[in-house]
């Protein structure tokens, strides 16, 4: 327990800095929320903003049949409970009937051969490490990819921005290769540097900027390497947002990017991503398996 607990308020790494993006890798797997589902990730983030407190659910996705690079979320669970905890206003843990929706969920997507996407989100509030994933977030997520193989595992934080009241910012990782030692989770990360929603058959990437602040590392974690393939500086810094850009003041847009075809296929206007998962294997082992 001596090893869990000193990894709970330790924060050893920034996503926007120490977390390579999924491009470094030449991957072009897109995420993609229906519209209900973005609606709840959005709606979670701002309750946030009121109660100073965490929130958070879990979010279910399936790779598209018509476009095998797209992960396509579709659903979400009952919200996560909050209790006391560091974070003023606690944190959550998902409830036993969270689980329940989320395991019927499972059983659905295995009864018909499909393996699922589950997302852990929760957002953090204006205190202490908000804008960055702790350590105690990374391990959880190292974990659940551990001790769920059949399931392809990610993490989803929702934060305040920095001198930019009311306005937040998405974060996405996925952990790979994970491995647990004294139920300390540690794994490789990547970073998802761009995230999408659909609308009435439109797809849009959700707006973004240039991180310009440095994110508040702390209280080190002294039980070694969580992020196993940890970067100095990643290529990209740009966070997707919600609200006002902090470096200029301006609303942040989101770019209409490509549609939903009549057959149900993802067509992004810029981009030729007519390409499989087979050959990301290559590129990363057990990266959204198949």
Do not use: W
């Not at 001790?147 to 790979?176: C, H, K, M, T, V």
């Not at 990643?234 to 490509?258: A, F, Q, T």
């Amino acid at each position: 327990m001596s090893n869990v607990s000193n990894v709970i308020d330790s924060v050893s790494y920034d996503q926007y800095k120490n977390i390579p993006t999924v491009d470094e890798m030449g991957i072009k797997t897109k995420i993609i929320f229906n519209e209900n589902a973005y609606l709840k990730l959005s709606t979670l983030i701002k309750k946030t903003n009121n109660l100073e407190s965490e929130t958070g659910c879990f979010f279910v996705g399936r790779q598209s049949e018509k476009n095998p690079f797209a992960i396509i979320i579709d659903y979400f669970t009952s919200d996560f409970q909050c209790e006391d905890a560091l974070v003023l206003g606690g944190s959550v843990n998902p409830t036993k009937q969270v689980y329940k929706e989320l395991n019927n969920k499972l059983k659905e997507y295995q009864q018909n051969s499909i393996k699922a996407c589950v997302f852990h989100f929760h957002t953090h509030p204006r205190k202490l490490h908000y804008e960055n994933f702790s350590d105690q977030d990374l391990s959880a997520y190292a974990n659940m990819a551990f001790d769920n193989r059949s399931i392809n595992a990610f993490g989803i934080l929702g934060f305040p921005i920095p001198n930019a009241e009311n306005s937040n910012g998405i974060s996405i990782i996925q952990p790979i290769k994970p491995e647990k030692i004294n139920n300390i989770g540690s794994a490789n990360f990547f970073r998802f540097p761009n995230i999408y929603y659909s609308v009435n058959n439109e797809i849009y990437k959700i707006g973004s900027f240039q991180k310009r602040y440095d994110g508040r590392t702390y209280k080190q974690n002294s039980n070694g390497i969580i992020v196993k393939n940890a970067v100095e500086n990643s290529k990209s810094n740009e966070i997707c947002g919600l609200g006002l850009n902090p470096n200029n003041g301006e609303r942040i847009i989101d770019e209409s990017v490509g549609y939903i075809d009549a057959h149900g296929a993802f067509c992004f206007s810029n981009e030729n991503l007519n390409i499989n998962f087979s050959t990301l294997k290559t590129r990363e082992d057990n990266f959204v398996r198949e």
